[in-house]
């Protein structure tokens, strides 16, 4: 299971226990098993700053969407918490965006909610940014689940 389906589980469980809908057990264990995997290391100094998760460098582009936002970008960290954005237009701190990630091998598109909580310059007019995950995140599912045989026969009768 890859970073990004491990944070898009937890971050739906998190979702379903703030919702009031509660966790079974075995999906409590899921949490405290993704919280153990992205734990800090004693080496981390940001953990002494009170970052909870470790960051897991990561190389995937995504679309930041919100207010005028569409734009394209690289996820460069990400943890349960939030992810690290570069090649990022300038958002306002506090500016709530939406995280599209899509996988198109498997017809996938990751949506997260994310709260802007810094911004740094980056390079020429790009910015990178900080985004803490909000909310419960959506995983759709596109494309179609029938080969295009079976559409040509079903036009053809």
């Known amino acids: 299971m890859t970073s990004l389906d491990l944070i898009f589980q937890y971050r739906t469980l998190l979702g379903k226990c703030e919702s009031g809908a509660g966790l079974d057990l075995d999906?409590?264990?899921?949490?405290?098993?993704i919280e153990a995997s992205f734990a800090p290391g004693e080496d981390d100094f940001?953990?002494?700053?009170?970052?909870?998760?470790?960051?897991?460098r990561v190389d995937l582009?995504?679309?930041?969407?919100g207010g005028s936002l569409n734009d394209k970008v690289q996820i460069t960290e990400l943890s349960p918490?939030?992810?690290?954005?570069?090649?990022?237009?300038y958002a306002d701190e506090?500016?709530?965006?939406?995280v599209v990630i899509d996988d198109a091998e498997l017809s996938l598109s990751y949506r997260f909610k994310a709260r802007v909580q810094w911004l740094r310059e980056d390079h020429g007019d790009d910015f990178q940014l900080g985004?803490?995950?909000?909310?419960t995140p959506v995983l759709v599912h596109y494309g179609t689940d029938r080969p295009a045989e079976d559409s040509i026969k079903r036009i053809a009768a």
């Open 131 to 135: 985004l803490a995950l909000i909310g």
């Open 61 to 65: 582009v995504a679309v930041i969407k």
């Open 81 to 89: 918490g939030g992810l690290v954005v570069s090649t990022a237009p």
């Open 46 to 56: 940001r953990a002494r700053d009170g970052r909870r998760f470790r960051r897991e």
């Open 94 to 98: 506090g500016q709530v965006l939406e």
């Open 27 to 33: 999906e409590i264990d899921t949490v405290i098993a």
